[in-house]
């Protein structure tokens, strides 16, 4: 299809980048960065997601360090693996695989990561360093979202872009980040009162909302550049399950300019940036200059 956004393209390109700047970090400054990621209980979707971080970390030239913990591990431990990982000089970046079980609180967790290691950029001194306009460590699926939207949706600069969707973990990032490239930006989520009229007047549109199809084709302004982050377990009529995203894939490609399929989109970039921020983290930590991957 002549308008598809091939992110997995894109992701590997990003990686074969990150692995050259990985080289020169190992030759030049004995510097290998290192990322840990933490696994509580026994998600299926967090360990293929876990599984994958964990190969492609390795194959760009870094250290990947896995702990995995049962379900039933008490916050307290969890807190003790954290705070070990922060006074280890081995590791540079942290990421805490989400959801975790009902009995640990995901925001003390989080909270407790070195913000310089939080890979996620989910700690509070990340998320307000993004809004005031300082070089932090920014969510990994908003920021693989913005590289795809600069490099197909031209010259940002006034645009209108609606992000669908209020998270703090895509929303609003994501909101962050385009108007710092000088996007006119609209926020709408459930409440909002006639949605498709809003997607309609969006050059940019990002859906994050995890309802299956529900952005229709009608509702894209033609031309429009549209980015799918919905993951969407369907059933088919024969019983098999799916993946959709949260747009109507097949009304919206004969209106939008560009957009990104499900799966293949979305998904490749954020796991490519995750690696960037280790690199980037590590880089920070060591005062070196960061890789330019945009």
Request: hydrophobic residues 45%.
């Amino acid at each position: 299809m002549h308008n598809l956004i091939d992110g997995k393209r894109f992701a590997a390109q990003i990686r074969e980048k990150l692995a050259k700047h990985v080289e020169l970090l190992e030759s030049n400054h004995d510097l290998k960065p290192g990322l840990a990621v933490v696994l509580v209980g026994e998600d299926p979707a967090s360990q293929v997601y876990v599984r994958n971080k964990g190969k492609q970390a390795v194959e760009v030239g870094m250290q990947s360090f896995e702990h995995r913990l049962p379900a039933e591990t008490a916050e307290s431990k969890v807190l003790e693996l954290v705070d070990a990982l922060n006074r280890d000089p081995a590791i540079h970046g942290i990421l805490v695989q989400l959801p975790l079980p009902d009995h640990i609180q995901a925001r003390t967790i989080l909270n407790t990561i070195d913000p310089r290691k939080d890979v996620d950029g989910f700690h509070p001194q990340n998320v307000g360093g993004l809004v005031v306009g300082d070089d932090v460590l920014v969510p990994c699926t908003p920021f693989g979202c913005l590289l795809l939207i600069r490099a197909y949706a031209g010259d940002l600069s006034g645009q209108r872009a609606l992000v669908l969707g209020r998270s703090n973990i895509v929303g609003k990032p994501m909101a962050s980040l385009l108007l710092r490239e000088h996007c006119t930006v609209t926020i709408a989520h459930s409440r909002t009162r006639d949605l498709p009229a809003e997607c309609a007047r969006a050059d940019i549109l990002v859906a994050a909302v995890g309802r299956p199809k529900m952005v229709k084709g009608d509702w894209i302004k033609p031309g429009a550049t549209v980015i799918d982050v919905g993951i969407n377990r369907v059933e088919t009529d024969d019983g098999k399950a799916r993946l959709v995203g949260d747009v109507d894939f097949a009304e919206a490609s004969r209106k939008a300019k560009w957009i990104t399929p499900v799966p293949g989109g979305v998904g490749p970039m954020t796991i490519a940036c995750l690696l960037h921020n280790t690199i980037k983290a590590a880089c920070m930590q060591n005062e070196l200059a960061v890789p330019i991957i945009e």
